[in-house]
């Protein structure tokens, strides 16, 4: 069965220092992967997702970037982070143009 | 541009006590609605896809329907174990196949 890991669980960082978030999928080859956040009151915001390595499109402009080095492992980084990008990130896999599934979560706090 | 618009925002119920909670839905061309529970702190947890209106689909106290312009979630005899909050979200056939989201119904079944 395919299981889905991501970490931190969370993290407290301050305001300009650097990010990274990994997300890495196993039992399943080239899944399409997506990177949501979820801001208090509001619904998921897809934020990037990806069809292979090294395929990355994004879906709002932001602080934020993404990254696929491996076929099941996906990153989100930030140079300097903003107060505005504190939420809960999710990532997601799904076989191809079928169900997101997603994964525990990391809780993001930028002070 | 695609939205989803969930209701009620929050609901109290007793054990027992059957209710619905409902998506409505504008988009350019459904290809998928799909319904997730989300626990505090968790990531969402996939419940069902409905593809075509009149299609309903069951998983133990929980029933999804889905007609051209929303979707019901009808919670038959709830338990406290019910509470949660249920997201819906909606894929299309126009570009790639990112979900649209809603806020959720955010659900307390009290004993």
């Known amino acids: 069965s395919q299981t889905i890991h991501q970490w931190p669980a969370t993290l407290v960082q301050p305001v300009g220092s650097p990010l990274s978030l990994e997300c890495t999928v196993e039992?399943?080859?080239?899944?399409?992967l997506y990177w949501y956040r979820q801001a208090a009151g509001r619904g998921l915001q897809l934020l990037f997702y990806s069809v292979g390595i090294g395929q990355i499109s994004s879906e709002v402009p932001q602080n934020l970037s993404a990254s696929r080095p491996q076929d099941r492992q996906f990153i989100l980084s930030s140079k300097k982070l903003l107060l505005s990008d504190s939420g809960f990130y999710l990532c997601?896999?799904?076989?191809?143009?079928?169900?997101?599934?997603f994964g525990p979560g990391t809780r993001l706090t930028v002070l | 541009e695609d939205q989803v618009t969930q209701s009620p925002e929050a609901l109290r119920l007793q054990e027992g006590e059957s209710s619905s909670l409902n998506c409505s839905y504008t988009v350019s061309g459904l290809r998928g609605l799909f319904w997730y529970r989300q626990d505090p702190g968790k990531g969402p947890e996939f419940l069902f896809t409905l593809y075509s209106a009149g299609e309903e689909k069951e998983k133990e106290r929980l029933k999804a329907t889905l007609t051209k312009k929303e979707s019901f979630l009808h919670i038959t005899a709830p338990k406290p174990e019910d509470s949660a909050t249920y997201l819906c979200a909606v894929q299309t056939h126009t570009g790639f196949q990112k979900l649209v989201f809603g806020t959720g119904t955010r659900l307390l079944v009290s004993p």
């Open positions: 997601a896999w799904s076989p191809q143009r079928d169900t997101q599934y």
């Open positions: 039992g399943t080859s080239n899944p399409n």
